[in-house]
């Protein structure tokens, strides 16, 4: 994974840099003359349709609610799922229960979409945006490079497979717990290929990258009144902000997988290489979108790839390591 490359997207990837009709970074005379601002953009103050409006969003705390929110809402969600399902007989079976593949899957697919649903009401009423514009979610530019952002997923898939089955992985994981009969394996793949890739790619590429961008950027500006002027007309991302960025988030991002792969360190740091490329997609394009299809393609070579060696899923004995 680490020799992966990203192959350069259509004539809009250039200009994925730059904030019109500001661009004060340029002026910074620490940055050099020729280098061009890395930028994640937001309307600057005075362009915002009222007073008081962040210039910098999603920062830590629009992230930590997020996160909360939908942290509460699966807690809450198996909650109802499990006593609606199961009577409470002892507190053995209860758990075992709840870690039913059709239970959870079902429990976080209506967290997700809960969420995002409440996301998609609440923010904007914080941002003074949609909630499209404040994570750069951007569908147009997802949609007119399709046919380079999935070959970029499918590629990182099958190339992270392969890489996989060279590393040393335990003979048994919670993952495989999902993979036991066909039903079970059917609903993974659709949540897998259609829901997860987009709530995740909101909550780590929409939401915790600028957030933890916003936070370096903030804890390293000088203690002078020009630079406090500065932040607060400029919506630019320094390139360290962003590369500290990417890199917590990925490990956020691997550390999420963490239990389902039994804390298995070579698959997790395969992951956070994945991620690292789901990032690079989303800054270059400035779409979340974009990086969401990559994920989805991704996860769709994974599902490709079960499916052509079981049979159709019938044959999921073949699994076995």
Same mark, same amino acid.
């Given at each position: 994974?680490?020799?992966?490359?990203?192959?350069?997207?259509?004539?809009?990837?250039? /200009?994925?840099?730059?904030?019109?009709?500001?661009?004060? &970074?340029?002026?910074? =005379?620490?940055?050099?003359?020729?280098?061009?601002?890395?930028?994640?953009?937001?309307?600057? =103050?005075?362009?915002?349709?009222?007073?008081?409006?962040?210039? /910098?969003?999603?920062?830590?705390?629009?992230?930590?609610?997020? &996160? %909360?929110?939908?942290?509460?809402?699966?807690?809450? *969600?198996?909650?109802?799922?499990?006593?609606?399902?199961?009577?409470?007989?002892?507190?053995?079976?209860? @758990?075992?229960?709840?870690?039913h593949p059709k239970l959870l899957v079902a429990a976080m697919a209506i967290t997700y979409v809960i969420t995002l649903l409440g996301s998609f009401f609440v923010?904007?009423?914080?941002?003074?945006?949609?909630?499209?514009? +404040?994570?750069?979610?951007?569908? %147009?530019?997802?949609? /007119?490079?399709?046919?380079?952002?999935?070959?970029?997923?499918?590629?990182?898939?099958?190339?992270?497979?392969?890489?996989?089955?060279?590393?040393?992985?335990?003979?048994?994981?919670?993952m495989d717990n999902f993979f036991r009969t066909p039903s079970d394996v059917w609903l993974v793949a659709a949540f897998g290929t259609l829901l997860a890739p987009?709530?995740?790619?909101?909550?780590?590429?929409?939401?915790?990258?600028?957030?933890?961008?916003?936070?370096?950027?903030?804890?390293?500006?000088?203690? *002078?009144?020009?630079?406090?002027?500065?932040?607060?007309? *400029?919506?630019?991302?320094? =390139?360290?902000?962003? &590369?500290?960025?990417?890199?917590?988030?990925?490990?956020?991002?691997?550390?999420?997988?963490?239990?389902?792969?039994?804390?298995?360190?070579?698959?997790? +740091?395969?992951?956070?290489? @994945?991620?690292?490329?789901?990032?690079?997609? /989303?800054?270059?394009?400035?779409?979340?979108?974009?990086?969401?299809? @990559?994920?989805?393609?991704?996860?769709?070579?994974?599902?490709?790839?079960?499916?052509?060696?079981?049979?159709?899923f019938r044959h999921l004995e073949r699994m076995a390591r």
């Amino acid at each position: 994974m680490s020799h992966s490359t990203i192959p350069p997207l259509p004539d809009e990837v250039p /200009r994925v840099f730059s904030t019109p009709p500001l661009n004060p &970074v340029a002026d910074d =005379p620490s940055l050099p003359p020729s280098r061009t601002a890395i930028v994640i953009e937001a309307p600057p =103050p005075s362009e915002a349709p009222g007073p008081g409006v962040p210039a /910098r969003v999603p920062h830590l705390g629009h992230a930590l609610l997020f &996160v %909360s929110f939908a942290g509460l809402v699966l807690i809450l *969600t198996q909650t109802v799922l499990l006593g609606m399902t199961h009577a409470a007989v002892d507190a053995q079976k209860m @758990v075992t229960a709840a870690a039913h593949p059709k239970l959870l899957v079902a429990a976080m697919a209506i967290t997700y979409v809960i969420t995002l649903l409440g996301s998609f009401f609440v923010f904007p009423l914080l941002w003074q945006r949609s909630f499209g514009n +404040g994570i750069q979610w951007d569908f %147009s530019t997802a949609r /007119r490079n399709l046919h380079k952002l999935i070959p970029i997923g499918l590629i990182t898939g099958f190339a992270v497979q392969a890489i996989s089955s060279l590393i040393p992985v335990p003979k048994s994981i919670p993952m495989d717990n999902f993979f036991r009969t066909p039903s079970d394996v059917w609903l993974v793949a659709a949540f897998g290929t259609l829901l997860a890739p987009m709530f995740e790619e909101i909550c780590f590429r929409g939401f915790l990258l600028p957030a933890f961008a916003i936070a370096y950027d903030w804890l390293s500006l000088p203690k *002078t009144p020009a630079a406090r002027e500065r932040w607060h007309i *400029t919506t630019a991302l320094s =390139p360290a902000s962003l &590369v500290f960025a990417a890199i917590l988030s990925s490990i956020f991002f691997a550390l999420l997988h963490a239990e389902q792969l039994a804390h298995a360190w070579a698959a997790l +740091g395969v992951l956070f290489f @994945v991620s690292l490329i789901l990032t690079l997609v /989303r800054i270059r394009t400035r779409s979340v979108a974009c990086s969401t299809v @990559v994920h989805a393609s991704y996860n769709f070579s994974v599902f490709l790839t079960l499916f052509i060696a079981t049979g159709g899923f019938r044959h999921l004995e073949r699994m076995a390591r």
